[in-house]
């Protein structure tokens, strides 16, 4: 197990680091997270210049032929940067659903536009729990047929040409692809503290055909199993990135801020702070590392991604309130960055599944679920 990024993602780290800088500095991010569409039309077509989008997608298909790593190793340079937008569920997860199911028609349809950044999708899953449990789904659907019902907390349903909605055909977990331009279809805002765009997607008797299924009736478990992991650590990694960007604010900081005639940077209490935050940042990295690549080597990774995402989440989140005692009253001003990165982790920790979820999932693979 080498974590030593290769050449080709040493260059796409370094590529992403200098395209962010540029184009995506903090007084966008902060913009693009109090504006209501919250969404750079020409920073995603950048993006998609890149290849980013299509990272995942194979080459005939007009993808970049990436893996996993690759993602999450451009993911946690978004997280850094704060970068909004619909990347992890439309390039990761709904992109992951369509190469693994889709049908030659649907792949020849979808992963092209997809690639190239001319077609969004989004994941609709959560239901009235707001639990990402897929026992949770109750959501009833015959195919062909019509959907009446609603998904909560969408992410970037706005900007989404199709929705991978979550199901069950008669009883059975199933996908169905779903344009977001059918009759019946509406998407509401819901008010977010990280500033992230939200929805509550209803159905009106909206028409479901027979090729909108994605795979079999009833492979929706299992389809979403490995489509969620690889959002969940997608959403890790920005988490890590976050946390990294957080840290290096407060070292800057530590450095320059002089109290009592010399930097705070030289009080033991400041040392040992910053050396808690470097200890939860590398933790949280190595346990993603160690996920991501035994997800992109095709080896068991249910545990190993569950315990990153969980791991992360509290361990970040640690750092980001930490840097706030650090820096005082000024990183809680929307004019400093700290303050926008705190939420983005808060939300990243709680999308694809809580610590208490991630946790049980721990607990299953060790066989420890139920006990006292």
């Known amino acids: ?10 260059i796409l780290t ?21 504006d209501a569409h919250g969404f750079d039309q020409a920073l995603w077509r950048r993006m998609a ?7 995942l997608i194979p080459s005939e298909l007009g993808g970049s032929d990436g893996s996993l790593l690759d993602v999450i190793l451009l993911v946690e340079e978004m997280g850094r940067a704060g970068l909004p937008g619909p990347f992890v569920t439309s390039a990761v997860v709904a992109t992951s659903l369509v190469i693994a199911a889709g049908s030659p028609a649907q792949q020849k349809r979808l992963l092209s536009e997809l690639a190239a950044g001319t077609r969004i999708a989004s994941l609709a899953l959560v239901e009235e729990t707001g639990s990402f ?5 109750a959501l009833e659907c015959p195919v062909p047929g019509r959907l009446s019902g609603r998904k909560l907390f969408v992410k970037d349903a706005h900007v989404a040409d199709d929705l991978m909605v979550a199901v069950r055909v008669g009883g059975a977990s199933s996908l169905v692809v779903v344009p977001t331009d059918r009759p019946g279809l509406a998407r509401l805002p819901l008010d977010a503290i990280s500033g992230e765009k939200l929805f509550e997607v209803t159905f009106d008797r909206v028409e479901i055909r027979p090729d909108d299924l994605l795979g079999a009736v009833g492979d929706g478990a299992a389809l979403l199993t490995t489509a969620l992991r690889a959002g969940s650590l997608a959403r890790t990694a920005e988490m890590v990135g976050g946390a990294q960007r957080v840290l290096e604010l407060v070292i800057e900081h530590a450095k320059t801020r002089v109290q009592g005639g010399r930097p705070i940077g030289g009080y033991q209490a400041i040392q040992h702070a910053c050396a808690d935050l470097v200890r939860d940042v590398d933790a949280a990295r190595g346990l993603l590392y160690a996920a991501a690549w035994r997800a992109a080597e095709g080896r068991p990774a249910e545990a190993d991604a569950a315990l990153a995402k969980a791991y992360a989440g509290e361990a970040c989140l640690a750092v980001a309130r930490r840097g706030h005692q650090i820096f005082g009253a000024i990183s809680y001003c929307e004019e400093h960055p700290l303050h926008l990165l705190h939420k983005r982790i808060q939300a990243a920790s709680l999308d694809f599944g809580d610590a208490q979820l991630h946790l049980e999932t721990v607990a299953r693979a060790i066989g420890l679920e139920g006990r006292p």
Not at 1 to 10: G, K, S, Y
Not at 14 to 34: D, G, I, K, V, Y
């Open 1 to 10: 197990m080498d974590f030593l990024p290769a050449p080709a993602q040493q």
């Open 14 to 34: 370094r590529t992403a680091r200098a395209f962010l800088r540029q184009h995506c500095p903090p007084e966008l991010a902060q913009r693009l997270a109090l």
């Open 49 to 55: 210049e890149l290849g980013w989008p299509g990272l």
């Open 133 to 137: 449990d897929l026992e949770a789904v």
